[in-house]
């Protein structure tokens, strides 16, 4: 059966674990029972899920503790641990491996250097997708360097896609595009800057292709100036030589291709229909993967809801096939009668979201018990934004859209 992946780095509370243990069940209770049978407990992982960074203490807090003894219940699922950060966190999870020794993984695989790589375990996995290896791996990339150290995690993952012959692209959105900031000098932190021009270096070297974008509009409210070379390209004096800025549909041009896309928190879900074609060309635009879009976060608190949604609407009008499912803190872009003061220059997100309902390629819904969960009612205006219950939400994680070819689906959290 074809292997599904997880990948979590940010802090997981019980709401979390628990839709995706809900996914889980639904996907073996459901659609394949046969895996329930103890003559398939030992077969090859059908869900792997990967934990870096905060997510691991969720191994170990008693409030999710309990779920995680639920997933691992179920047949052909494992975790892979970042070993490195549970030694950085002290974090033990002894009782998880007594019980399940072989589904809870606490040992990477070596790298080139000697020294164990968590993300050398992912690049493994992301070899399913297509064979023999991947010839191109998409990294989007949303939060700024030396505040979150998924940016020292950016640069792992990407030289272990380097060390499995892979090309490499990197996509910096919102935040992100401060790691391609010039003159970066910490005095206590790798420095994001110099490893990313040593990223691009390597790959050079080895006859691999890597490029990076950054979105022109997160760029130039963040203060990154460009001017024009004459030739129509955008040139930016403040941004290390790797990094170009470009129009947020240039950078969504690339998802149109066939390839794995990696962030903080993402999925990769495969999708294979009977007769169908295993694997395609990269370059396959044709084949352009699904893509869904969880909206996890207050709507005003930070740019992350609209930031989602924003990258949702450029990928449908690029004839990727979109799904937004507001869930968590989400749902909040749903509530209530929402009324930013006049002058404000704050988009109403309501009012976005009501006007982008109907776009093709585009389809909006709400997890309603995310909803219950708050006591929370949607808004009964947004006649475009479908309820969902964990049913219909694991039916958008595990069945393929009409009419879509490709081998998976990408899954992004915002």
Known sequence: ???????????????????????LKFFFIKLHPENLLHSTKNRQA???????????????????LSLWEVILSLPCVTIVCDSQELALR????????????????????????????????????????????????????????YMNRSSAALLEGMN????????????????????????QKPTEFENIGEGLEAVFEKAAKRGLSCQMLACARCAAARGYSTW??????????????????????????QFRRNHIILSDNCASIQLKKEGMQATFSVLDRERSPPLTILITRHPYGTESAFGGLSLALAAAAHGV????????????????????DAGSPLFNMQEVIDAISGTDNLQLFCFTPSLQKRGMTKNQKLTGVLNISISEFGNL??????????????????
């Open 46 to 64: 059908v869900f792997t899920l990967f934990l870096s960074g905060d997510a691991l203490h969720s191994l170990h807090n008693p409030e999710t």
């Open 160 to 183: 272990a896609a380097l060390e499995i012959h892979a090309s490499v692209d990197l996509y910096c959105y919102l935040d992100g595009v401060h790691v391609g900031h010039d003159g």
């Open 321 to 340: 096939p979109t799904q937004v499912i507001f869930i968590e803190d989400g749902i909040y872009a749903l509530t209530g009668t929402q009324i930013p």
């Open 1 to 23: 059966m074809s292997s599904h992946f997880f990948l979590f780095n940010e802090s997981m509370n019980s709401e979390r674990l628990g839709w995706v243990e809900q996914c």
């Open 90 to 145: 002290g974090i033990s999870v002894e009782r998880l491996r007594m019980k399940n020794p072989d589904q809870v993984i606490i040992h990477n695989s070596l790298a080139l250097n000697g020294r164990p790589s968590f993300w050398k375990d992912v690049m493994k996995l992301a070899r399913q997708h297509e064979q023999p290896v991947p010839s191109l791996v998409g990294f989007l990339h949303l939060t700024s360097p």
């Open 397 to 414: 994680l595990f069945y393929s859209p009409n009419g879509v070819a490709a081998n998976h689906q990408r899954v992004i959290l915002f």
């Open 228 to 253: 024009d070379d004459g030739k129509g390209t955008a040139i930016s004096s403040c941004t290390i030589k790797p990094i170009k800025i470009r129009n947020l549909n240039e950078i969504i041009d």
